[in-house]
């Protein structure tokens, strides 16, 4: 549904794509620094934009501008510069753009075609591909959003070059957990050289698009992909609301994968030297997360609100071994509070 | 993709619904004059209500409420409640609350299913089937919004029984415009007797179900079904934005109509004699909109607004004839000036 142009220069993506269907204006949603960032370091896709006439629409950067309130900013400036329904929207940056600009093209007229152009590790792996569109609301992570296919997502990893090494370390923590659901042998060579070679993503955005289109709105196997992300998201949301800077998602997913190995290990008799070797080579490369035992009732409470969660039930992903997963495996209260504690006490 | 449940019992079509789908928790949106008035008059559907351990959401009544503001509180609503993703959302009103609540539905953590049970007789006809979501924005009727099906709809035509007059004509706009469409003998009866049986009423959900259907995201024979729409939506945003009291939806389409004919006749060589009986034995019913000839810029610059047109070019839905209908008919600034000085100097 979605075609993913590989390329080293992503305007010769844009190209093609936008050569090939009908359209009467193009918007581009960024946020205000990355439009500066990146004009000034790669002016050729600056100029790209202003020569195929396309509207450039900002929004103040951040994880914490991904709300409603932007999102209406957005809606206002989109109606105002007179988009229609033949109008496409590029979406121009990581997660918080591809995300909260697919929420506002699915939504505004009842619809717009968009493109996804990533430019972080972590939106060429996971944001841009796969139909999510969301915003937080109401402290929760992606509470509130659509599922809608970009037309395209171009993938130049190129762009990744001069990104902050934080940024390459979130994006990672994604890399990890497709590697992990996927294959042995790319997971052996991630723990050995912790680096998404450009093979690796290709490898972790193709099976994601193939996830996806297959069960699109995540009545099955496309749940596999939630793996490390129901604590994760509990830790994000929880540091988010603290104000804890430099907390990245990616982060959160590295320790949430932590407590669902935890768990597969009491539950599904995950080999317990497997959590060492990922202790060891992959959980190291990031910093502790600023919890502690003290919240643990929070973040059960954050897992039961989970919106992958039936009331009352918590249903995580956990792994018999790497590339061994099982989706849907009911986890009770007390187990989740076990491994809390040893995950907590351990201070990964 | 709806299954559409006549009755007469309208506890009775929502059983058999809920009966057949496996869910955890149910949630009603609503608005509070309805509850109050309805619970009073039918307290059968509150009985059930109760009995089924529904939490009812209420908001308040009225077109100036569907509004992003209304939404959030909605979404705030649901996300403290505990709604999760096996939730189902029952929406229990007119227009205002099926396009509202389908949107909220579709939306909270990327959609939850909902069932539509319409109150009114606008809401039968039009905004209950079809799948089409959504709520005003930025001065423009549902500039913001989704394709999102509801599982059922329940149409029970007893409870339009005590609706208000004005309620009744505005829904009558609305089953003239899909008679106007698809038949002449239907329309003749309209013609003769003003008055929307149940088998009119069924033969209209009839048609915009298997229409919507077939072209859920509007890009061919949906877009029949915004007859009267263009002109029609124009005067309604207009005047809801002067704060005009009384103004109903059917109202300004059977208005948005007369300019349709009126364009019908100048392109489309509609015969004036059937303008001059819809004027005698249609538009009679309704009185004059609070519009003058001083709006007329104001008209076509909110019809150049209109999500349905490109940029820079107008189409409308006119008829050859009763029953012969052509949509995407492009008008040129001047032919809809022209015919909106007919209409605006015959004070309709």
Chains 1, 2 share one sequence.
């Not at 060579?189 to 093979?199: G, H, N, P, Q």
């Not at 202790?279 to 992958?308: A, F, G, Q, W």
């Amino acid at each position: 549904m979605t075609e993913i142009i590989y390329t080293t220069y992503p305007v010769e993506g844009l190209d093609k794509v936008l050569n090939g269907i009908d359209y009467d204006s193009l918007f581009v949603i960024t946020d205000s620094n990355l439009k500066k960032i990146l004009f000034e370091r790669r002016p050729d896709i600056g100029s790209y934009l202003e020569s195929i006439s396309s509207d450039i629409i900002t929004f103040p950067e951040g994880e914490c501008n991904k709300n409603i309130s932007t999102v209406c900013d957005l809606w206002t400036l989109l109606s105002e510069r007179g988009a229609s329904r033949k109008s496409v929207i590029i979406n121009l940056g990581g997660g918080v753009t591809t995300d909260m600009g697919g929420f506002v093209a699915s939504t505004f007229k009842r619809g717009l075609r968009y493109v996804n152009v990533p430019t972080t590790l972590l939106s060429m792996v996971d944001a841009s591909v796969g139909g999510k569109t969301g915003i937080d609301f109401a402290g929760l992570k992606n509470e509130v959003g659509t599922f809608a296919f970009p037309i395209a997502t171009i993938i130049d990893t190129d762009l990744l070059k001069t990104l902050p090494s934080l940024q390459v370390l979130s994006g990672m923590g994604e890399v990890v957990k497709m590697t992990m659901l996927r294959s042995r042998q790319d997971y052996v060579s991630l723990i050995k050289d912790f680096f998404a070679t450009d093979d690796i993503i290709r490898k972790c955005v193709e099976w994601k698009k193939e996830i996806t289109e297959a069960d699109s709105n995540e009545t099955g196997l496309r749940k596999l992909l939630n793996f490390g992300h129901t604590a994760g998201h509990a830790f994000e949301s929880i540091l988010t609301e603290r104000g804890t800077n430099d907390v990245s998602h990616g982060m959160c997913v590295a320790h949430g994968i932590m407590v669902a190995l935890l768990l597969s290990k009491f539950l599904m008799g995950f080999p317990s030297e497997r959590i060492y070797e990922y202790k060891t080579n992959i959980l190291s490369h990031y910093r502790m997360l600023p919890i502690s035992c003290k919240d643990r009732e929070l973040i059960v409470d954050k897992i039961t609100h989970d919106k992958k969660n039936s009331a009352g039930c918590m249903r995580f992903v956990l792994l018999k071994d790497i590339a061994a997963p099982e989706y849907d495996v009911p986890v009770s209260r007390d187990d989740l509070e076990s491994a809390l504690d040893v995950y907590l006490m351990n201070e990964f």
